[in-house]
């Protein structure tokens, strides 16, 4: 690791307490908010792979995926049928500005609450749809929730956990989107067995996890940050001795009083979030999301059984491989659960860059080989083994690295009086991104065929030379202290004057 490029994070305080049961079991119950997100993820590519939905609801793809002699690689191109994928995505975006608003003045608690019930809604209108356009609604509102959620959730995590733990506890977050996915894809593995409303009862049972997180958020109380935030000291000083299990929480209480007072001055924070000194905290927010859906996952997320059946697996043993990468994808992240606060974000980072990008241009080569530029062609018994195990590997890497990533670092390195604004602009960079990337995959698939993964690799390459040089590390710095890691750094201290930078409570 060049050490040139890394900020030393310097005097960071080490703040009296301990890792109290009641800070894990409230950060486990908050992180279940990725529970939806994930499992709308995971849901939607395997129903658009079951003949029986495509039937119903997109004939035209169904018919053409019939045909003889079709491309192999543009099968399932249909914008309709995209549409009905990413309309979620571009709902959750907008909804993620009205979030930060939530969040800002009534609290995290109810911006995860309100997620929860709109995706309950959404998850009974797919469940009972009979034509397309209740799909879509349905997909709204399921967007406005997964909005609400991602903007409160990452936050709530970061100012509940104590420095030395927020990595873990946040990627939390990360392990309940894949548990989401895995548990998405063992329902279609299961449901596609019944032929006439499989679909509809994978649909339908999005309102477990929404009920989860639902049920979860009454329980939850508010962070100390957000109770001060809002004028309530004695609350919050009662609940930051709670969570760290300590009643000499003065010095960190006085930070983050401080903070609140720093950020109270900021009245307009998407404004204020332009102003030079938050530059590298801008870049990060939009760098961060749209890099991670450049990594290409949700090509395997999304249509992982479209994908797996255009290569000419069976539809069995589409949905089984993309059970296989679900859990490859929680194991990942059980990896970076593990080491995220002792080898740091970078090393993670730049290690999973290196190996998603060997295996995504390994798989370009294969399919070139063997489906050319034509997209007629079959994999054989021990290509499509290979081919498998590839992107395994690719899933495994991504899930240690800009899979829980590209959601701890945004959430942690924002202070206070823009912390929501931060927040807001990160998911909705990711859900715009994730809102394109799924609108255009089935088309680029069509088009650009075996180099998409080309195209993928080589914004990963981009991606880890941006973290390389560009993102100083992050690991046991506590939040309200973030500020010194861009002071410190060799680019981004021009930007973060001495005068704006607090440490120690000075100036």
Same mark, same amino acid.
């Given at each position: 690791?060049?050490?040139?490029?890394?900020?030393?994070?310097?005097? *960071?305080?080490?703040?009296?307490?301990?890792?109290?049961?009641?800070?894990?079991?409230?950060?486990?119950?908050?992180?279940?908010?990725?529970?939806?997100?994930?499992?709308?993820?995971?849901?939607?590519?395997?129903?658009?792979?079951?003949?029986?939905?495509?039937?119903?609801?997109?004939? =035209? %793809?169904?018919? /053409?995926?019939?045909?003889?002699?079709? +491309?192999?690689?543009?099968?399932?191109? +249909?914008?309709?049928?995209?549409?009905?994928?990413?309309?979620?995505?571009?709902? $959750?975006?907008?909804?993620?500005?009205?979030?930060?608003?939530?969040?800002?003045?009534?609290?995290?608690?109810?911006?995860?609450?309100?997620?929860?019930?709109?995706?309950?809604?959404?998850? *009974?209108?797919?469940?009972?749809?009979?034509?397309?356009?209740?799909?879509?609604?349905?997909?709204?509102?399921?967007?406005?929730?997964?909005?609400?959620? +991602?903007?409160?959730?990452?936050?709530?995590?970061?100012?509940?956990?104590?420095?030395?733990?927020?990595?873990?506890?946040?990627?939390?977050?990360?392990?309940?989107?894949?548990?989401?996915?895995?548990?998405?894809?063992?329902? =279609? #593995?299961?449901?596609?067995?019944?032929?006439?409303?499989?679909?509809?009862?994978?649909?339908?049972? *999005?309102?477990?996890?929404?009920?989860?997180?639902?049920?979860?958020?009454?329980?939850?109380?508010?962070?100390?940050?957000?109770?001060?935030?809002?004028?309530?000291?004695?609350?919050?000083?009662?609940?930051?001795?709670?969570?760290?299990?300590?009643?000499?929480?003065?010095?960190?209480?006085?930070?983050?009083?401080?903070?609140?007072?720093?950020?109270?001055?900021?009245?307009? &924070?998407?404004?204020?979030?332009?102003?030079?000194?938050?530059?590298?905290?801008?870049?990060?927010?939009?760098?961060?999301?749209?890099?991670?859906?450049?990594? $290409?996952?949700?090509?395997?997320?999304?249509?992982?059984?479209?994908?797996?059946?255009?290569?000419?697996?069976?539809? =069995?043993?589409?949905?089984?491989?993309? !059970?296989?990468? $679900?859990?490859?994808?929680?194991?990942?992240?059980?990896?970076?659960?593990?080491?995220?606060?002792?080898?740091?974000?970078?090393?993670?980072?730049?290690?999973?860059?290196?190996?998603?990008?060997?295996?995504?241009?390994?798989?370009?080569?294969?399919?070139?080989?063997?489906?050319? $530029?034509?997209?007629?062609?079959?994999?054989? /018994?021990?290509?499509?083994?290979?081919?498998?195990?590839?992107?395994?590997? #690719? !899933?495994?890497?991504?899930?240690?690295?800009?899979? &829980?990533?590209?959601?701890?670092?945004?959430?942690?390195?924002?202070?206070?009086? %823009?912390?929501?604004?931060?927040?807001?602009?990160?998911?909705?960079?990711?859900?715009?991104?994730?809102?394109?990337?799924?609108?255009?995959?089935?088309?680029?698939?069509?088009?650009?065929? #075996?180099?998409?993964?080309?195209?993928?690799?080589?914004?990963?390459?981009?991606?880890? !030379?941006?973290? #390389?040089?560009?993102?100083?590390?992050?690991?046991?710095?506590?939040?309200?202290?973030?500020?010194?890691?861009?002071?410190?750094?060799?680019?981004?201290?021009?930007?973060?004057?001495?005068? +704006?930078?607090?440490?120690?409570?000075?100036?």
């Amino acid at each position: 690791m060049a050490g040139g490029f890394v900020a030393s994070t310097g005097p *960071a305080k080490i703040y009296a307490g301990r890792v109290t049961a009641f800070v894990v079991l409230t950060c486990l119950v908050s992180a279940t908010g990725g529970l939806i997100f994930g499992y709308d993820i995971g849901i939607s590519g395997g129903v658009t792979s079951m003949d029986s939905f495509l039937k119903k609801f997109f004939p =035209n %793809v169904f018919r /053409k995926m019939k045909r003889a002699h079709t +491309n192999d690689y543009c099968k399932f191109d +249909n914008q309709l049928l995209t549409t009905f994928t990413s309309s979620l995505y571009i709902a $959750g975006l907008i909804a993620s500005f009205f979030a930060s608003a939530t969040t800002r003045l009534m609290g995290r608690k109810p911006s995860i609450l309100l997620g929860g019930l709109f995706f309950l809604s959404g998850a *009974a209108i797919n469940g009972a749809a009979v034509n397309v356009a209740m799909l879509i609604v349905g997909r709204i509102l399921l967007g406005i929730g997964v909005g609400f959620g +991602n903007q409160s959730v990452p936050v709530y995590l970061s100012e509940m956990a104590p420095a030395r733990l927020r990595g873990a506890l946040n990627i939390c977050f990360q392990v309940f989107v894949n548990t989401g996915i895995l548990a998405a894809s063992l329902i =279609n #593995y299961g449901t596609q067995r019944l032929h006439n409303w499989g679909w509809r009862l994978s649909l339908a049972l *999005a309102a477990v996890p929404a009920a989860v997180m639902t049920i979860g958020s009454l329980w939850l109380p508010d962070t100390p940050n957000s109770l001060i935030e809002r004028g309530h000291q004695e609350k919050a000083r009662a609940m930051l001795e709670k969570i760290r299990g300590t009643p000499e929480v003065q010095e960190e209480f006085d930070d983050l009083v401080e903070a609140s007072e720093q950020s109270k001055k900021v009245k307009h &924070p998407f404004r204020n979030i332009l102003e030079r000194k938050y530059r590298p905290h801008l870049v990060m927010a939009i760098a961060i999301p749209f890099f991670q859906q450049l990594t $290409g996952i949700n090509v395997i997320t999304f249509y992982a059984p479209v994908l797996f059946k255009t290569l000419g697996f069976g539809n =069995n043993a589409a949905l089984f491989s993309a !059970v296989m990468t $679900g859990l490859t994808l929680e194991l990942g992240t059980f990896v970076s659960l593990a080491t995220v606060d002792k080898v740091g974000r970078r090393f993670l980072f730049i290690s999973g860059g290196i190996i998603m990008f060997i295996s995504q241009a390994t798989i370009a080569a294969i399919l070139g080989v063997k489906f050319g $530029g034509s997209g007629q062609g079959s994999l054989s /018994k021990g290509f499509a083994v290979l081919v498998v195990l590839l992107i395994c590997i #690719y !899933v495994v890497s991504f899930a240690w690295s800009w899979g &829980p990533l590209g959601w701890l670092v945004p959430s942690e390195i924002f202070p206070l009086e %823009v912390r929501s604004a931060g927040q807001s602009i990160t998911v909705s960079v990711n859900l715009l991104f994730t809102f394109a990337v799924a609108q255009a995959f089935l088309a680029m698939l069509c088009n650009m065929k #075996y180099g998409l993964f080309l195209f993928f690799g080589g914004g990963v390459v981009v991606m880890t !030379v941006f973290v #390389y040089f560009l993102l100083p590390e992050t690991k046991n710095v506590p939040i309200e202290e973030m500020a010194i890691v861009w002071k410190e750094h060799w680019f981004w201290k021009r930007f973060v004057a001495e005068d +704006n930078v607090t440490i120690d409570g000075q100036k």
